[in-house]
């Protein structure tokens, strides 16, 4: 069964402060990650891809990958109380099939 | 925006009864997958299919049937529903061209 690990499984943050997340894959077939978020009473929404070794940024959120040990990380600088909600990551190898990290909560407080 | 509509939103069904979730998406995307959401598992794929007449196994497919009658829709069937079914289901849809997928609203479903 292909996995994706995610760490942690809550994180609070002060209003301003760094978020950071991290996943790691179990199968070198995984080829494209994305980060989704779910506030509550939702469904999941994809927030950014990263498909090559490096960081991609967007705003606020840098996603950062490394194919060679399997590590897809996601970070927001200056976050805000807005930015709680449950996050996770998601894996694809080249077929249909997409699977999704076990979340991290995010608490920012005023 | 992709829609991904599911039905019912809020279903209780008996043990041992036979439930059906519902979902539609109006954007034409060949891929679609039925998860479940449980605290501390994340999201687990049931059943996925990449096309009309298409179902396929995802990781946790014991208990659960999946049929896909057209590009449109994608149900979700328990035909003999035991308390530990008792979740949130989420559908979601794909391009298949893409690796986004976009997820309803999802249903919870208790299971007495």
């Known amino acids: 069964q292909q996995k994706v690990q995610q760490s942690p499984e809550s994180l609070s943050v002060p209003e301003g402060g760094m978020a950071s997340f991290n996943c790691t894959s179990s199968?070198?077939?995984?080829?494209y990650f994305w980060w989704y978020r779910q506030h509550s009473g939702e469904g999941p929404k994809a927030l950014m891809s990263i498909f090559s070794d490096g960081d991609k940024k967007e705003g606020r959120f840098t996603a950062h990958l490394n194919k060679a040990s399997l590590h897809v990380s996601l970070h927001i600088r200056d976050s805000q109380p807005s930015d709680s909600a449950l996050y996770f990551c998601?894996?694809?190898?080249?077929?249909?099939?997409?699977?999704f990290g076990s979340g991290t909560r995010l608490l920012v407080s005023p | 925006e992709a829609a991904v509509t599911q039905s019912p939103r809020n279903k209780v069904a008996v043990t041992g009864g036979k439930v059906t979730l519902s979902c539609n998406q109006t954007n034409n995307h060949n891929n679609m997958y039925w998860y479940r959401q449980d605290t501390g598992h994340g999201l687990r794929l049931i059943h996925y299919s990449y096309g009309a007449g298409s179902t396929e196994k995802g990781d946790i497919p014991d208990g659960y049937k999946a049929s896909r009658p057209s590009q449109e829709n994608f149900s979700l069937i328990l035909e003999l529903a035991t308390p530990s079914q008792t979740s949130v289901y989420f559908c979601a849809s794909g391009d298949a061209q893409s690796t986004e997928v976009f997820f309803g609203k999802g249903t919870r479903l208790t299971v007495v």
């Open positions: 998601a894996a694809r190898a080249g077929g249909y099939k997409v699977v």
């Open positions: 199968d070198r077939n995984f080829q």
